[in-house]
């Protein structure tokens, strides 16, 4: 008996530490560039919700406050970012984060019969600077023009995009392959 209460009571500190790291693991980071740890929940409608840690108010997960969030749920980060697309900036999932970070933006259609289509489009930043459009599911846009984009991104490294093009296919994953290469060349071959 004394057994099954010492191993009720480990069970339950166990539960209670799990459930305090979890709580833990979301954060967003503000215009001022401070992090905040809490809990992000996506109500039924309207923006996504933060409270932190040490507050009782939720607080709007907004573009007016806030540079980027982090999901820990689906382990997603997502970052403020302004596209041709956009007439403001919009929050989009970051796919690959280094000297160049890759960016998704989806775009979803339901026509009057019920019968949607969805578009996507990848966007590579080098530098924090401007993104530039690098892959698309539409016929919107240039392909030759988003390769153009992609090959200036990766040109730093001419071994790099001489294999980029020698591979002779401009999959979304290719694309996301080269990008992973190049943090990597960047960060640890040659600077």
Same mark, same amino acid.
């Given at each position: ?28 980071? /503000?215009? +001022?560039?401070?992090?905040? #740890?809490?809990?992000?929940?996506? *109500? &039924? ?72 289509? /969805?578009? +996507?489009?990848?966007?590579? #930043?080098?530098?924090?600077?401007? *993104? &530039? ?59």
């Amino acid at each position: 008996m004394k057994k099954n209460f010492i191993n009720a009571i480990f069970l339950f500190v166990l539960l209670s530490a799990s459930t305090i790291a979890n709580a833990q693991k979301d954060y967003v980071v /503000s215009l +001022t560039g401070d992090t905040l #740890i809490g809990n992000i929940k996506a *109500p &039924l409608f309207g923006p996504l919700k933060f409270i932190a840690n040490e507050a009782k108010q939720k607080v709007d997960i907004s573009i007016k406050e806030h540079l980027s969030y982090y999901t820990s749920k689906d382990s997603t980060a997502y970052i403020a970012v302004s596209i041709p697309l956009k007439n403001s900036p919009v929050f989009l999932q970051r796919l690959e984060n280094g000297k160049v970070q890759l960016v998704v933006y989806y775009i979803t259609h339901v026509g009057a019969n019920g019968i949607g289509t /969805s578009q +996507t489009f990848w966007y590579a #930043i080098k530098d924090n600077g401007k *993104p &530039l459009d690098v892959k698309a599911s539409s016929l919107l846009g240039s392909r030759k023009e988003r390769e153009n984009n992609f090959y200036g991104i990766i040109g730093d490294y001419p071994e790099l995009l001489e294999d980029f093009k020698n591979e002779k296919s401009y999959s979304f994953e290719m694309i996301r392959s080269y990008i992973k290469k190049y943090n990597y060349y960047y960060k640890y071959l040659k600077k």
